[in-house]
């Protein structure tokens, strides 16, 4: 799966190449794409209301929260538009974008061929196509609409994702204050998206490795300079993901998941069970927590003396 990294790195993409520009048209090549991973029978209506609900809308710009992408959709000038700062349009729709497993996102002319597993594809008026390729269908494009969650709009199906540590929603403090009232371990924490979103299993490993913290420390009973330490730690190293991976794309390609499109990400303990600490030399260990495969050096992380 994509982490937050990549999907920043794709909205940055998506949003150069698209910001600004009219729907012209949209097609929706198998109907499954507009449903989701529980839901694949889509009634053929939902195609054509797809289409007639984007076609005519400017594409205001492309936002993310945690690892939910989506375009927002509006009247009138662009926020990025000098000229008429005063202007600056409320978007009510939103076209959300799930990349899932296999999903791509890629910015075509029109006149370059279409790729087999293109399942929908927006015409814009700058005479570019913005075409989700998606072999597997995991993942999911459809209209909704835009609500106040967690301090700014975002489509009605992520309204319960919280605020992700690379927004300016995010609020470390608050978000300590809440993380020290959980008595589960605090790897289970770091991935309940109703406390931070787009931390996903393995940077959530990173994360704790980084701040010394064991995966199985329970946050109301540890120290809440640790607790800072590991959100910074979480910011921190998808930040690095991303200012080292963000700058490899293509003009005309955006891609999240193609033979490079994972970043090189440079992991110091997810995925090393068994081998040695790039800082100690103590054998990984493995473990399995809230059904999450979890990562960690014994003795960087001690165990909490509590248990
Ligand atoms: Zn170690």
Sequence with gaps: MPELPEVESVRRGVDEWTAGTTITGAEVADPRILGTTSQRRIDPSAVSGFVSAVTGQRILRAERRGKFMWLSLGEGAVSSSVSVASSVPRPELGI??????????????????IHRHTRAVLH????????????????????????HGYGRLVPASAVHIAADPLEPAFDPE???????????????????????????????????????????????RTRKSRLVAV?????????????????????????VNGE???FDRALLVYGRGGQDCVRCGTEIAKITVGGRGTHFCPECQKAPRYR
């Design 231 to 255: 959100l910074e730690s979480a910011t921190k190293v998808m930040s690095d993901a991303l200012a080292v991976g963000g700058t490899s794309f293509d003009a005309l390609y955006v891609n």
């Design 174 to 220: 608050a978000v300590v204050g809440e993380l020290a009232k959980k008595r589960t371990a605090i790897k289970a924490a770091l991935l309940d998206q109703t406390l931070v979103s787009g931390i996903g299993n393995i940077y959530a490993d990173e994360a704790l490795f980084r701040a010394g913290v064991h995966p199985l420390a329970v946050p109301a």
């Design 96 to 113: 959300l974008v799930h990349l899932g497993m296999s999903g791509q996102l890629r910015i075509h002319s029109p006149d370059e061929e």
């Design 260 to 262: 490079s499109g994972y």
């Design 124 to 147: 814009l008026d700058s005479d570019r196509e913005l075409r989700f390729v998606d072999q597997r269908i995991f993942g999911h494009i459809g209209v909704q609409p835009l609500v």
